[in-house]
């Protein structure tokens, strides 16, 4: 049990807090609407009285299924007062993994999008076995329509009656590693990550939040802290560059989060030099690191706004890579994930959990309050993952003498070319340091010779042709021959007005590569369709 003395309040109860301090401002922001921040507290309230009148047990899940929506938010807050937990689904998911996830995570709550995911959701409430309600955002033609059922049952105040005991969260990771797992949050656990976010990210002191990406996801993570500084979340259902563009220069807005693979759209979009960008104060990318060309070309093109994050389904965040580390003075911080955060421990282990010398690499490995309690049924991984006190990250990484963390990869995919351990990351990232390169991943192909041979796979920058020798040489130079490509692929973007994309020419050896590192792309957040993860 927790010590009531040192518990944090719970994070909807912060929610409450922010909320009923800047009644008059506005919370939220989409095209077509608005909601104040009282207006946002009665919305919590009446979904909240919903949502206790159907006599669930405290911790019975309710999985939210939804675009960028006001509304949407809103109903996990109610649910958390209601002594409820959250299952937020990936609105880029497939239908298998949502239903795995459903069945999985025992939901018995579902919440529709009924104007995004309305064929989506009516599919997973025919199919979840576990499911006792389902809620549509909007009539979807089954299920109950929540914005119907909140108008019927009238203004109510909301009341937290969570704990620090009870579950606030089960998110699932990305799956990288085979099936994906449910990382569960007691209250305890999940109370601290707006704290730990306002300390250490450079939040603008009254944010204007620009929400891109899916809020379910990390994007949803800065709207508590933007809240509690009494700023506003402007919402998009979607990254279009010219509305993210649009949205910025028309709303003033000084903060948002993107991925990488997103602000290289907007870098050669044609609007970028046409609009008034002035009032952005942080540019949070997480995801991977960033192409250090391209973001030399973003820091000269939008200014010293850059800054990323790092962390997991697991722990999230764990470090800031801060604006003042984006100098192209010293573009040797670009490839690194940043300095751990005030909040947590962060070490760099070996396989026996011992601390590797500086520079040396080994697994990241972090204590925190917001690490997850659990992986949900799965006591063997737990264990694992949680073994000697310490989270294992899974990431590979070296320290510098600072505590500057670099990551080399994902701890399975490293490759033994030649009886070396070769990681595709440090590749990767000599690799897109070079002017023609715009995306690229390293893969290790079976081979007679080698074991595996490195095998880089490169989208060039529009317009150019990189040299595979050349593009090799690079690598010798700076990594040495073991790491040098023993081939490179290259693949092409398709005409403009074709499917988004890439043609792939790969041959099948390699496609099992890719596959590989398709999946840290997805586990990253990076856009499916992409054959290669931005580097």
């Known amino acids: 049990m927790s010590d009531p003395l040192h518990a ?24 077509g609407g ?19 009148q159907l006599g669930l047990q405290p911790g019975a899940r309710v999985a939210l299924l939804s675009a960028n929506r006001a509304d949407s938010w809103c109903s996990g807050v109610a649910a958390q007062l209601a002594r409820l937990s959250v299952t937020s689904l990936h609105p880029l998911g497939s239908l298998d993994d949502q239903l795995f996830q459903l069945e999985d995570s025992e939901t018995q709550v579902l919440v529709v999008d009924a104007d995004t995911f309305r064929d989506r959701g009516g599919e997973l409430a025919a199919r979840a076995s576990n499911l006792k309600h389902v809620f549509t955002l909007g009539p979807a033609g089954y299920g109950v329509d929540l914005l119907a059922a909140i108008e019927a049952a009238g203004s109510a105040n909301p009341r937290n009656f969570a704990g620090a005991d ?44 620009l929400a891109v990406a899916p809020i379910s996801h990390v994007a949803g993570t800065k709207v508590l802290p933007t809240l509690m500084r009494g700023g506003t979340v402007h919402l998009l259902k979607g990254f279009d560059p010219e509305a993210v563009f649009k949205t910025i220069a028309r709303e003033r807005v000084n903060f948002a989060l993107l991925v990488p693979t997103m602000i290289y759209v907007l870098l050669d979009h044609p609007a970028l030099d046409k609009t008034d960008l002035s009032s952005l104060e942080l540019l949070l990318y997480g995801a991977s690191a960033m192409s250090p060309s391209r973001l030399i070309e973003g820091i000269g093109r939008i200014g010293p706004v850059f800054s990323q994050l790092y962390g997991q389904t697991e722990c999230y965040p764990v470090s800031v890579l801060r604006k003042r580390d984006h100098d192209p ?120 010779k080698w074991g595996e041979a490195v095998t880089a796979v490169v989208v060039a920058r529009e317009g150019s042709r990189p040299n595979a020798d050349e593009l090799i040489n690079l690598v010798k130079t700076k990594k040495g021959s073991a790491h040098a490509p023993k081939q490179i692929q290259f693949l092409y973007r398709k005409p403009v007005g074709a499917n988004s994309g890439y043609h792939d020419h790969a041959p099948p050896s390699l496609q099992c590569g890719l596959s590989r590192r398709r999946q840290s792309a997805a586990r990253a957040g990076q856009p499916a369709e992409l054959l290669v993860s931005a580097r």
């Open 329 to 448: 003075k010293t573009p040797e911080l670009f490839t690194s994930c940043g300095f751990p955060i005030a909040a947590c421990d962060v070490k760099v282990l070996d396989d026996n959990d011992r601390e590797v010398a500086t520079g040396e690499a080994g697994e990241i490995c972090v204590r925190a309050p917001h690490v997850m309690a659990e992986y949900w049924k799965r006591p063997e991984q737990t264990a694992e993952a949680l073994k000697s006190g310490w989270l294992h990250t899974g990431d590979i990484a070296r320290a510098d003498e600072r505590g500057y963390l670099f990551i080399l990869d994902r701890k399975k995919d490293m490759i033994v070319s030649g009886g070396f351990n070769i990681f595709p990351r440090e590749v990767e990232d000599v690799l897109s340091q070079h002017a023609d390169v715009a995306m690229v991943a390293v893969v290790g192909v079976p081979d007679d």
């Open 34 to 52: 608005s909601a104040s921040y009282a207006g946002a507290s009665d919305l919590i309230g009446r979904i909240q009285k919903v949502f206790m």
């Open 166 to 209: 009870d579950i606030a969260t089960l998110n699932y990771t990305g799956g990288t590693t085979g099936r994906s797992k449910g990382a569960l949050r007691y209250h305890r656990e999940y109370s601290g990550f707006a704290n730990a976010i306002l300390a250490d990210f450079e939040i603008p002191d009254t944010p204007v939040y």
């Open 8 to 31: 944090f309040p719970t994070a909807c109860a912060q929610t409450l807090r922010a909320l009923a301090r800047y009644p008059q401002r506005t919370a939220f922001s989409w095209s």
